[in-house]
Every structure is written in C-alpha cells, then in structure tokens.
C-alpha cells in the first residue's frame, strides 16, 4: 500500500468512526449542550501559598478526579463545548461565590470565624486536615478570584449566550461532579452509605424547566444508571448563577458516586469498572446530544 492510500485509508476510518460514535447520518443541529466540571483541576495558583508542599494524597481528598477523563473525550468527539477548571478547588472554588468568605479567610470579610470553612477557600479537607490557618490578604483573595473564578464563569456565560443568539436559541449547562460514597457529616443523609449512582439536582425546579430535568434524568436512568433528583444535593453556585430558564438558559448539576468509577482510598481509577462507566456515560451524552438538538429550550 502506497503511503497515500494509506493516509486516505486512515482519514476514511476517521472520518466513519466519528460518524459511527455521533450516529450522524445527516448534519445535526447544533446543540445546547454546555458542560462544565468545576473540581477536577490540580494546579496551585502561586498565590495560593498555603497549599504549596501539602502531601498529594491531601490534596487529592475531595477533588472530582478522573470527572475529566470520563467526560471529556466523548464530549469533543460530539462537538460539545466543555469548560474545565484548571486550579485547585482548595485555592479557588468555582463553585462558590466570591463572598463566601469569613474572617478566618479573608482579611476584612465581615462573616464571623468559622461561619464558612467550605467555601472559595477551603480551610480543611472534609478529612479534618487542616489547610489554610490563617486569613489571606483581600488582594490575594482578590487576584485568586480574578484569575480562577472569573474565566470560569466568563467562559460559561460566553458558550451559553453563543447558543441564545442563534441556533438553537437556548442552552442546557450541565455542571458536573462527584460525590463521595458515605456521606459527610453536614450532608443532608449524613453518614449513609449512598446507593445511587447519579445525583440530578435543579435547585428545586429553579434552574431548568422540568421537562429538561427529566431527559437529563432518564438519560442516565436509561444507560444503567441508579438516579436520585435534588437528593442528597440540591444544586449550587454554578447552576444558581448561570440557570435563568425564564431567558431560556438552563443549568442543571449531576453528580456522579466515586465508588462507581475510583479506590476512594488511593484515588485512582477502579479497574475494570471505570471503563464501564466510561462508556455509559458516552451513551448518556450522546443521547442527550440528539434530544437537545430536537428539543425547544
């Protein structure tokens, strides 16, 4: 074989094996579809100086690790948007809002001590390490915020507005995370051991249209998936931030039990399980790929 028949080959088997995996017979529609994972970040800001020589398996405790590599490639390959979080949940939390800070955090905030230790800045592991033992500055605070936080959003709202001017004219974030199997002690079901595989929150209806809620649900019901909706997470910053249904921009957060996918005690991937889990979620976002270009947000 001549090598440019060889690269005709290759190109033809690519070029079939994206149409195999998105089910493209014909040009879809494009997609409302945003995704975006908030927790899966490593990198230390050097501003976050307090986190800078702390043990990996510390820092690894309540990170949503390997949400990325489960996600993600079937997510380009459908031509998703998907905006990942690229510093550490413990210096800056995306998925908090810049204000939840008290005076043990921040310098000048006016919530007192203590009032919230699971905030931007995390002060300890849901371990009980400590991690940040004294308030940071307000312009640390300030720049941390700047530099994590605000692109995050940014980006978010960019991909979601892109949607709304023009086709398909609404959008659908889905705000991904990861849970731990035994629940934590200010959980809503503290100390269970969780049997559900998935966690479906919208805020209680206030982030996404109820019909929505339900396709984003069944789709992973559907794929072999045990699925709870608003319990034992209603939702958060993300989804209340950018879910304005009455604009026709809906954000609904899934949640995914690590005990599905990773060793909670070593924090790497479980084999052979993750790789099932792998592909059922690919199944999950391919469906939902086709029901959101047919939908009307």
């Not at 949503?64 to 031509?79: E, I």
């Not at 269970?192 to 809620?213: E, F, H, P, Q």
């Not at 976002?285 to 959101?292: D, N, P, W």
Request: glycine share 6%; proline share 7%.
């Amino acid at each position: 074989m001549s090598e440019l028949t060889r690269r005709k080959t290759l190109a033809l088997g690519a070029a079939f094996s994206a149409w195999w995996l998105t089910g493209c017979k014909k040009k879809r529609e494009p997609s409302p579809l945003v995704l975006a994972i908030a927790h899966a970040g490593e990198r230390i800001p050097d501003d976050a100086a307090w986190l800078k020589g702390k043990p990996a398996s510390v820092l690894a405790t309540d990170l949503d690790r390997h949400l990325d590599d489960l996600y993600v490639p079937t997510a380009r390959a459908l031509g998703l948007d998907c905006v990942v979080a690229e510093y550490h949940r413990y210096a800056v939390d995306v998925n908090r809002a810049p204000e939840s800070v008290d005076k043990s955090v921040v310098v000048g905030a006016t919530a007192p001590p203590g009032s919230m230790p699971r905030g931007i800045h995390r002060v300890a592991t849901t371990r009980g390490v400590p991690l940040l033992t004294e308030p940071i500055s307000r312009p640390t605070h300030e720049r941390l915020v700047k530099q994590a936080y605000e692109p995050h959003h940014q980006r978010i709202n960019e991909l979601s507005s892109a949607r709304e001017g023009a086709a398909p004219g609404w959008s659908l974030l889905l705000d991904l995370h990861s849970f731990p199997s035994v629940a934590l002690p200010w959980d809503l079901d503290p100390g269970k051991v969780r049997t559900m595989d998935i966690v479906v929150s919208d805020l209680d209806g206030k982030s996404a249209r109820r019909d929505l809620v339900e396709m984003v649900r069944a789709a992973y019901a559907d794929a072999g998936f045990r699925v709870t909706h608003n319990f034992p997470y209603l939702g958060s910053h993300t989804i209340r931030r950018h879910g304005r249904p009455e604009k026709r921009r809906h954000a609904i957060q899934v949640e995914l039990n690590r005990a599905a996918y990773m060793n909670e005690k070593t924090f790497e991937l479980a084999e052979p399980t993750w790789k099932d889990v792998r592909n059922k979620l690919a199944t999950v976002l391919e469906r939902l790929t086709k029901q959101g270009a047919d939908a009307t947000g």
